[in-house]
């Protein structure tokens, strides 16, 4: 068991925080060769408690298909999570703008803090500059998630109900067909949703790229 910390946009942080999101997913690195057909659990890590999947190809057979640099010699792809882990989430946050140019080291906490995801107006002045989130805190983070299921699969795996696991909010997306018009799947929703954030670093839904599906359960302000 371990506490990591993990990044969440704006609108996943109001997801978790509506309870609707219980999982997310998160490319593996380094992807597989283009032999890999599926994986299969084969144990834990000694060290992590991670899952270990092996790879195999289409007849089943476990093949060698991620060589690591700087001589490892591992054939498993290297989980950053397990069940057990506290993962405290980063989000996009501010202070009162008299502390814009401190640094995150030299904040205490009594500076006043507020996260984007709650503001209907996040830029206003008033409140401080936005902060990326790869810059919090942990003691600002206000968002502890639990880990109990790591899996390996490909993306387009997903299923409907896993979607909606991910914070896809079924009425705003429009997945409720209305006067018999056509309707937008939940799967449909995630794939804008992935491409949003993963198209551009070349790991698209249609590139179909190895994920690791993380389920969760959290800790949120009252």
């Known amino acids: 068991m371990a506490d990591r910390s993990i990044i969440m946009s704006g609108p996943m942080v109001k997801a978790i925080l509506d309870g609707r999101k219980t999982q997310t997913r998160r490319v593996l690195r380094p992807q597989p060769?283009?032999?890999?057909?599926?994986?299969?659990?084969?144990?834990?890590?000694?060290?992590?408690?991670?899952?270990?999947f092996e790879a195999l190809d289409r007849a089943g057979c476990p093949i060698y298909a991620y060589p690591y640099p700087k001589g490892c010699l591992?054939?498993?792809p290297r989980l950053a999570f397990a069940p057990g882990d506290r993962l405290w989430v980063r989000e996009t946050w501010n202070t009162w703008g008299i502390f814009d140019d401190l640094a995150p080291s030299k904040l205490t906490g009594k500076e006043g803090i507020a996260y984007a995801a709650d503001m209907e107006q996040p830029h206003r002045e008033?409140?401080?500059?936005?902060?990326?989130?790869?810059?919090?805190?942990?003691?600002?983070?206000?968002?502890?998630?639990?880990?109990?299921?790591?899996?390996?699969?490909?993306?387009q795996e997903?299923?409907?109900?896993?979607?909606?696991a991910e914070g896809i909010d079924a009425n705003k997306a429009g997945l409720v067909t209305v006067q018999?018009?056509?309707?937008?799947?939940?799967?449909?929703?995630y794939r804008d949703l992935w491409d949003s954030l993963n198209a551009k670093r070349g790991f698209g839904w249609e590139q179909n790229p190895?994920?690791?599906a993380i389920t969760?359960?959290?800790?949120?302000p009252a």
Not at 132 to 144: E, L, N, V
Not at 158 to 164: E, P, R, V
Not at 180 to 189: F, H, I, S
Not at 216 to 220: H, N
């Open 74 to 76: 591992s054939p498993y």
């Open 180 to 189: 018999g018009g056509p309707a937008m799947t939940a799967k449909a929703a």
């Open 216 to 220: 969760f359960s959290s800790e949120v």
């Open 33 to 52: 060769i283009k032999e890999c057909a599926s994986h299969q659990k084969v144990g834990h890590d000694t060290g992590s408690g991670a899952p270990v």
């Open 126 to 155: 008033a409140c401080g500059r936005l902060r990326a989130s790869m810059h919090m805190p942990r003691w600002a983070s206000r968002i502890t998630l639990h880990v109990t299921d790591v899996r390996v699969q490909r993306l």
């Open 210 to 212: 190895w994920v690791m």
């Open 158 to 164: 997903i299923s409907n109900d896993d979607c909606l």
